[in-house]
């Protein structure tokens, strides 16, 4: 008996339709998410990753068009007029982004911004909201916090700006977190010291938390489980360790060993041959075939459907490498 | 421009290279400085990859645009193969000829209004090369990068992906026959996918071309990958210098050695539990007084407030400027070390 | 969200098959051409700049014919479709030939500032520091000047008649061009395209008109467009305080002037030359909004 998640996402699909452009950013997308766990979209560019996470708020540009079902804590979020959706974004689901200078308002302090955040959603006064929002730039690890309620944006270093943007997320209690590549504009020393933050925070309140990320190192340090993302489709879901110890999708396996890591001196890298998806020109079958090694008549032919391979596992190929290496 | 002193004799040498942006109050008048770059010296072997690690503030993008005479230094000297640059010896036209940059992959690296051919062809005919010939060369070297001059040549950069930009931002690197490429953050921007291709691409290239490479990044894992020897920069000054894998195996300064500490573990089996340093880089504009990472440093002591550290021998080609390694310096932990060869 | 920022958020596919889609200008006249808008107004101008160039065979009757007996004649009038004005000349052929200087002074003013004032601000942006402040300071003394007062205050000195007025109008355009052009060039300076060409070891005059120029033409172009419409509504105004064309030469300015007494009489032929200062103004601005979307517009 399937419980009720809290994050519940059937088949959805985003077309950017306007004048210049008419192309079909995801396809299909399905998913759900129960509270406290951690999911990780990792996908390249043009996987469809961000879009797939904007369309959960809705907060895409205007020309996208949104196809499917999206629940949230029970709210239908296509259905929902904009008004609504104001009532959900911040209380139910709140999201940080890649560039904390853009996502925060350089005219207003900190400390102003997160309390008007408060009033607004939970109608506290405004010195009930300043208290809480003390206690919250606290939990982000803010040294001198009463000082820092009153900097502005541009007087913090990029490190603290990126906690301040947590904490404005965190102040309405949020069941869900999504997080838009929080740390791919940071120094390493400040990306780790914002991941564990992440981690913790999420584990201590409870959150669900959805990471878009195109880096594997973030997903291994954060996630529960990861849905990997090529051509605005899942090609492979699973929990994090399996995953990475075993792909079974061609693309999931090529990601890892392209990757450079630790260790790695000298020597040819391995890579996916071929280019990044044209999704306005992309080809019937599998998304991935015109670059895998492994491609059959039958991939060129239809798109594969996303099969269980093992438990709790999923791949969208004919032949997952799964399959391979357990028979051989 | 030919080989002059042979292997054993530096491709670049610079000493003393300083560069500090004024910073004006509000009636135009200076009040700070930003000390991008403070003092560094160290020299680029011929064929050697050199790879520069650092954050953000460290100055390793303004020491390469110093090094390219793109930024004018305050002080310092930087010498080609033997003959120094300006007064008599090199002039920077010259430089330029022999000395280039790859950017990193921005929207902006590559002219929006000019093909990949016109943007090649630009620096071929800026020293004297014919528009058909430069034509010629440009499309060479868009083969060697292994882009389809039919295809690609008259393509702009919006048409292209950011790997292929990438590539065209090399091909522009190569076509005047350089032989150092400064690299600056070029893979950086590319999806993991594509930064293997390129990586790839620019070791073949550095085998066909007989180039010298610079290969500035804040990834230490690629660093690791493609470097001979590393510089560690911090706050404009050079903390440690030495062979990669001295560096990534016996790391000896502190702040090194916390860098190597911040990659993730891609492990989940094993995940990173506490971040090695705390705090951000700090302002390039009042660092701290004798060696500028004490304030983050869990080995700092008085005498790190007094004096700076100087670039002291540790092993074989490998330098660190830190007390707590360096003996007689005068800290508690320096005072166990003998003296090294 | 900034065309730019979406664009850094959720991409575009970019093209790997097939060849180029051509360069900027051939894209921006193709998002131009499909603007119904932009479109309609380019035929109004057209066909006021064709009537204009071939006054002389589509006007009906003689601009400068006079006759006591038909004056302010109302439109549709026998042989006089838009009727007379005070002095009885017919009036569609004096909105015909007065089309010519309009559209002159229009056009030529803004033509002559963006060169100049282009230039200048291209110059003080690329190179910045004290040739910066040189160039751009003694602008912002012309600047300080409303435009109106200055253009009237050179008639004064120059003295009356269409070639003061244009120099005059001229003068007062290069201020604000060359800010634009010197906002834009800084910007563009700084960019990684142009340090590369630096590396290069090019002259800054090379890289000026190679690399500065094709990326600067764009805004330049559309800002000046918007002057047009400005410069039209500035040289009628001068006209009809006696300050440019004067009488019997046929302008839309001066026959606001002189058909202001018979407001009361024949209303209709008063308006007509406001009419087409409107429209003539109106589609040059709508031009010029369509120029700016097209040149926002990527791919």
């Known amino acids: 008996m399937p419980r009720e998640h809290l994050v519940e996402v059937v088949d959805l699909s985003v077309r950017f339709v306007n004048r210049d452009i008419d192309v079909q950013v995801v396809d299909g997308v399905s998913f759900h998410l129960n509270a406290g766990e951690v999911l990780c979209l990792l996908g390249e560019s043009g996987s469809g990753k961000t879009v797939t996470m904007r369309a959960l708020l809705r907060l895409l540009p205007p020309y996208a068009r949104i196809g499917g079902q999206i629940q949230l804590a029970g709210h239908d979020i296509v259905a929902m007029s904009e008004r609504q959706l104001e009532t959900v974004r911040g209380p139910v689901a709140a999201m940080i982004f890649q560039e904390p200078m853009t996502a925060l308002d350089p005219v207003f302090t900190i400390g102003t911004q997160i309390a008007e955040t408060i009033v607004a959603h939970e109608h506290v006064s405004w010195r009930d909201a300043r208290k809480r929002a003390f206690d919250l730039l606290e939990m982000v690890q803010i040294p001198s916090a009463a000082r820092r309620l009153d900097a502005f944006p541009h007087e913090l270093s990029g490190g603290l700006r990126q906690r301040a943007m947590i904490a404005l997320a965190l102040s309405c209690r949020p069941a869900l977190l999504l997080a838009d590549e929080p740390t791919t504009a940071l120094d390493a020393t400040v990306q780790i010291q914002i991941l564990l933050l992440l981690r913790s925070l999420q584990q201590e309140l409870g959150m669900a938390t959805i990471f878009v990320t195109h880096d594997i190192g973030v997903a291994c340090e954060v996630a529960d489980r990861i849905a990997v993302m090529y051509a605005g489709r899942f090609v492979e879901t699973g929990p994090v360790a399996a995953l990475i110890e075993c792909p079974a999708h061609p693309y999931t396996a090529g990601l890892l060993r392209s990757t450079v890591q630790a260790g790695s001196h000298g020597g040819r890298l391995e890579s996916i041959s071929g280019y990044p998806p044209d999704l306005a020109h992309m080809p019937p079958g599998c998304g991935f075939a015109p670059r895998c090694q492994y491609r059959q008549a039958d991939c060129i032919a239809a798109n594969p459907e996303l099969n269980s391979v093992a438990a709790d596992r999923m791949v969208r190929c004919p032949r997952p490498l799964l399959a391979v290496s357990t028979s051989a | ?341 | 969200m900034s065309a730019v920022a979406e664009k850094a958020v959720f991409g575009t596919a970019p093209a790997t098959k097939g060849r180029s889609t051509g360069g900027f200008w051939r894209r921006v006249a193709r998002h131009v051409l499909r603007d119904k808008a932009a479109l309609f107004c380019a035929a109004i101008l057209a066909a006021i700049a064709m009537s204009a160039i071939f006054a002389p065979w589509v006007a009906p009757a003689d601009p400068y014919k006079t006759s006591m007996i038909r004056r302010l004649l109302p439109p549709f009038s026998p042989h006089f479709i838009l009727g007379t004005d005070e002095l009885g000349r017919d009036m569609l052929s004096r909105l015909i030939y007065g089309g010519r200087v309009s559209l002159t002074m229009g056009l030529a003013p803004v033509i002559l500032a963006t060169v100049l004032g282009g230039s200048l601000g291209v110059i003080a942006g690329y190179f910045g520091k004290h040739i910066n402040m040189a160039i751009m300071r003694i602008i912002d003394v012309f600047y300080a000047f409303p435009s109106v007062l200055l253009a009237v205050a050179m008639a004064g000195v120059l003295g009356a008649g269409i070639v003061n007025s244009l120099i005059s109008l001229t003068l007062v355009f290069i201020p604000p061009i060359a800010r634009v052009a010197e906002s834009v060039t800084t910007q563009v300076r700084d960019q990684d395209y142009v340090e590369a060409a630096r590396a290069t070891g090019a002259s800054a005059a090379r890289i000026i008109v190679q690399h500065v120029l094709a990326n600067v033409t764009g805004p330049i172009l559309t800002y000046a467009s918007s002057l047009v419409s400005i410069a039209i509504i500035i040289s009628s105004g001068l006209s009809f305080l006696g300050l440019g064309a004067a009488p019997p030469i046929a302008d839309w300015g001066l026959m606001l002037n002189t058909l202001r007494q018979a407001i009361y009489v024949a209303p209709v032929n008063a308006v007509l030359p406001g009419v087409m200062i409107f429209a003539a103004s109106v589609s040059f601005n709508l031009l010029s909004d369509s120029l700016r979307t097209a040149m926002d517009v990527r791919a």
């Open chain 2, 1 to 341: 421009m030919r080989d002059r002193g042979g292997p054993a004799q530096p491709l670049l040498s610079v000493t003393g290279l300083r560069k500090y942006f004024p910073l004006r109050g509000p009636l135009g008048n200076v009040n700070a400085h930003v000390q991008a770059v403070d003092g560094i010296g160290f020299n680029v072997m011929k064929g050697e990859t050199l790879g520069v690690v650092g954050e953000s503030g460290c100055g390793k993008s303004t020491t390469a645009r110093l090094l390219m005479h793109l930024i004018e230094p305050d002080a310092g000297e930087i010498v080609m193969d033997g003959d120094p640059i300006g007064q008599g010896g090199i002039t920077v036209r010259e430089l330029r000829r022999n000395v280039q940059m790859v950017f990193q992959d921005s929207y902006a690296s590559l002219n929006p209004r000019h093909s990949a051919t016109t943007e090649i062809a630009f620096g071929l005919k800026v020293h004297g090369m014919k528009a058909a010939q430069a034509r010629q060369q440009a499309h060479a070297a868009l083969r060697l990068v292994g882009l389809d001059p039919d295809l690609f040549g008259d393509r702009y950069p919006h048409e292209m992906s950011g790997g292929q930009r990438q590539r065209v931002n090399v091909a522009r690197g190569i076509a005047l026959n350089p032989r150092l490429l400064i690299l600056d953050e070029s893979v950086s921007a590319l999806d993991k996918s594509v930064q293997a291709q390129v990586l790839n691409l620019l070791a073949d290239l550095k085998d066909r071309l007989n180039l010298t490479y610079m290969f500035i990044s804040h990834d230490l894992n690629v660093v690791h990958h493609v470097a001979d020897r590393v510089l560690v920069m911090y706050l404009g000054k050079v903390f440690e210098i030495g062979p990669a894998d001295s560096i990534y195996a016996k790391a000896a300064h502190p702040y090194t050695k916390a860098l190597l500490a911040s990659r993730l573990s891609m492990n989940p089996a094993h995940r990173v539990s506490a971040a090695p340093l705390t705090g951000d880089p700090p302002n390039p504009v009042r660092p701290p007084s004798g060696c500028r990472f004490r304030s983050r440093c869990t080995l700092a002591e008085t005498i790190c407030a007094v004096e700076e550290p100087a670039l002291n021998d540790i092993a074989v080609a490998h330098q660190v400027a830190c007390h707590a390694v360096t003996p007689g310096s005068g800290h508690s932990l320096a005072r166990g070390i003998a003296n090294a060869a």
